[in-house]
């Protein structure tokens, strides 16, 4: 793997981006009808507190010289995103609650926000993938889909495993992790996600 493509691979799956793959995963593959004005609304909310907001606060903040990189490649530089960020799943998540969707939608961006308090709490002592938790998360919610529902969703779930691989490969290459933060970043959302969904 070159540095390009390791690159490429670590903005495309980036982990902002799943929360709306997430939700739209619950929409697309759970038995129940979503209006479209409901659906678009819903889109609009999960991409403006998942991905703008967060966006425009680690923005501000460098600018601020509060963090130092935008990459957020230390521990000290996630600490403030993180609580930050974390508010803003969890404010999005109450919102969602209240909107005509399926509860899965609720419960998977509420599992989002305790991976992003658990990482917070871990950068105390090392720095978990965000990445990898982004993507273990949502195999995680496709696992619980395809269980509870009883849809065969097995495609999307090996495509995960496979790209999972390819990122947890990129991010070793650019060196932002070492094994052990990439594991325990892929099961932390793996795992939370999973059980959150499954079982509530």
């Not at 995963?25 to 009808?33: C, D, G, L, M």
């Not at 509060?66 to 403030?80: G, W």
Request: hydrophobic share 55%.
């Amino acid at each position: 793997m070159n540095r390009k493509l390791a690159t490429i691979l670590s903005y495309v799956l980036h982990p902002a981006v799943y929360p709306l793959l997430g939700v739209l995963a619950v929409i697309r593959f759970t038995p129940y009808f979503v209006p479209s004005n409901i659906l678009f609304m819903s889109m609009g909310l999960v991409f403006v507190g998942t991905y703008v907001l967060p966006v425009c606060i680690s923005y501000l903040l460098y600018r601020l010289t509060i963090i130092r990189s935008l990459e957020m490649k230390t521990a000290k530089d996630r600490r403030i995103p993180y609580m930050l960020g974390a508010l803003c799943y969890y404010l999005v998540a109450m919102l969602i609650e209240k909107i005509q969707l399926p509860r899965e939608a609720y419960l998977y961006l509420l599992a989002c926000t305790m991976i992003i308090v658990v990482h917070l709490i871990s950068l105390l002592y090392f720095k978990p993938s965000a990445h990898l938790a982004g993507i273990g998360g949502f195999t995680g919610l496709l696992l619980a889909l395809s269980l509870k529902y009883a849809v065969n969703l097995l495609p999307f779930i090996a495509a995960c495993f496979f790209l999972a691989g390819f990122l947890a490969s990129a991010r070793l290459y650019l060196k932002a992790h070492d094994g052990r933060e990439l594991i325990s970043g892929y099961f932390s959302g793996l795992l939370l996600v999973g059980v959150m969904v499954y079982f509530s």
